[in-house]
């Protein structure tokens, strides 16, 4: 007899709230008998893992994915080699998978990296993806404020190698959004005050989550630390709105 392949399902979670995730994204993800998601460090779970916990009924298995925080792209591809295993290993007896994507499953998403190496390895594998809430909405739903307005330009940085690519973007963008920017803080906070943005600037830790802080004033907060899982957010141009 012939096992039909199951099908690998990415599903945005939102960035904390369990109630953040869509609809369609909850009805498979109870209704599959497989739930996959990054494992956490420490022993402590994930952050997707924490997310739909809420959600998860006692008959599905659960699948704790290692994905290493390097940059040796030897070692990344070997981690995702083995969690796209791993996902195989369930989806070749017939079982589908969710694998639980905190924020939005294609907004700098591990998911995109386990996805292409199990169809390089696996061509027959199936996959489909459920969008959701990603952190820049997530956020400025938290400050009560639109991303975005009329013919704005938006500059999104996934991580800051080079102060000249955030002197360029706030050079020709109304709104800047940077990622992964706690490692880099004072560097960035040095240019925003050169340039007088530091009014205008906030910073997110942990959206939707239990230990969710705002930051604002940041010209007193030269020094600040905080969470790989913050965002700051910049309004370079002046708006109605803020
Ligand atoms: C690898 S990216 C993942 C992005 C995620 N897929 C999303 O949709 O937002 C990680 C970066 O996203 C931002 N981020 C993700 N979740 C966040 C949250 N709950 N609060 C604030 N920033 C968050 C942080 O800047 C963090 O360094």
Redesign the pocket.
Same mark, same amino acid.
């Given at each position: 007899m012939v096992v039909k392949t199951g099908i690998l399902y990415g599903i /945005?979670v939102g960035?904390?709230d369990p109630d953040l995730i869509t609809v369609k994204g909850l009805r498979i993800l109870q209704q599959v008998s497989v739930v996959a998601f990054p494992m956490g460090i420490e022993n402590k779970p994930g952050?997707a893992q924490t997310i739909i916990s809420p959600w998860l009924t006692s008959k599905q298995e659960t699948c704790p994915l290692f994905f290493p925080y390097i940059q040796n792209e030897t070692d990344l591809n070997l981690a995702w080699r083995q969690a796209a295993e791993q996902i195989w290993y369930y989806l070749k007896q017939g079982k589908d998978v969710a694998f639980a994507?905190?924020?939005?499953?294609s907004?700098?998403?591990?998911f995109t990296y386990l996805a292409k190496m199990l169809t390089h390895h696996h061509p027959a594998v199936k996959i489909q993806t459920v969008p959701?809430?990603? /952190?820049?909405m997530?956020?400025t739903s938290i400050l009560n404020l639109p991303l975005t307005v009329n013919n704005q330009r938006l500059a999104i940085l996934?991580?800051l190698y080079s102060l000249e690519y955030l002197e360029q973007a706030l050079g020709w963008a109304d709104v800047v959004v940077?990622?992964?920017? /706690?490692s880099v803080y004072p560097q960035v906070w040095e240019t925003l005050r050169r340039l007088n943005l530091l009014k205008r600037a906030w910073i997110?830790?942990?959206?939707?989550?239990p230990e969710?802080v705002i930051y604002n004033k940041l010209e007193e907060l030269p020094n600040l630390r905080f969470s790989?899982? /913050?965002?700051?957010i910049i309004y370079v141009s002046p708006s109605d709105f803020y």
């Open positions: /945005s960035t904390g952050i994507c905190e924020g939005d499953i907004f700098y998403s591990t959701g809430v990603c /952190s820049p997530a956020v996934p991580a940077l990622l992964k920017v /706690s997110v830790e942990r959206a939707n989550q969710q790989y899982f /913050s965002l700051l």
